[in-house]
């Protein structure tokens, strides 16, 4: 088992930044590839980016490319999501998520992954 804790999200105003962490707990955190998946009401939910088990292969929704930013500290077993020039439709739920593989056709699916945090709501006004 995997416990992943989400926390950093708030309530900011179009163009703030906001740093996401989600610690790991239970088995080994380099084990896992982690991403990051968001959900707003009245939507299904969302992939927003991916992190490779050593941390150097990264992938992004084309929504969030070049505003936000993955990384990992396997040594903290604790991921991160950057969020910079945040928009109101960015405003959702965030969660992260585990899987130890999934093939590539598979990985903004969320059933590919094997453990989810509780979520943080980050809110972003105009």
């Known amino acids: 088992q995997v416990q992943l804790v989400e926390s950093g999200g708030g309530l900011v105003q179009a163009g703030d930044s906001l740093r996401l962490s989600c610690a790991a707990s239970?088995?080994?955190?380099?084990?896992?590839?982690m991403a990051w998946f968001r959900q707003a009401p009245g939507k299904e939910r969302e992939f927003v980016g991916r992190?490779?088990?050593?941390?150097?292969?990264?992938q992004y929704a084309d929504s969030v490319k070049g505003r936000f930013t993955i990384s990992r500290d396997n040594a903290k077993n604790t991921v991160y999501l950057q969020m910079n020039n945040l928009k109101p439709e960015d405003t959702a739920v965030y969660y992260c998520?585990?899987?130890?593989?999934?093939?590539?056709?598979?990985?903004?699916?969320?059933?590919?992954?094997?453990?989810w945090g509780q979520g943080t709501q980050v809110t972003v006004s105009s």
């Open positions: 239970g088995r080994t955190f380099s084990d896992y590839n």
């Open positions: 992190i490779s088990k050593p941390g150097d292969i990264t």
């Open positions: 998520a585990a899987d130890l593989y999934s093939p590539s056709y598979k990985r903004q699916d969320a059933t590919s992954y094997d453990y």
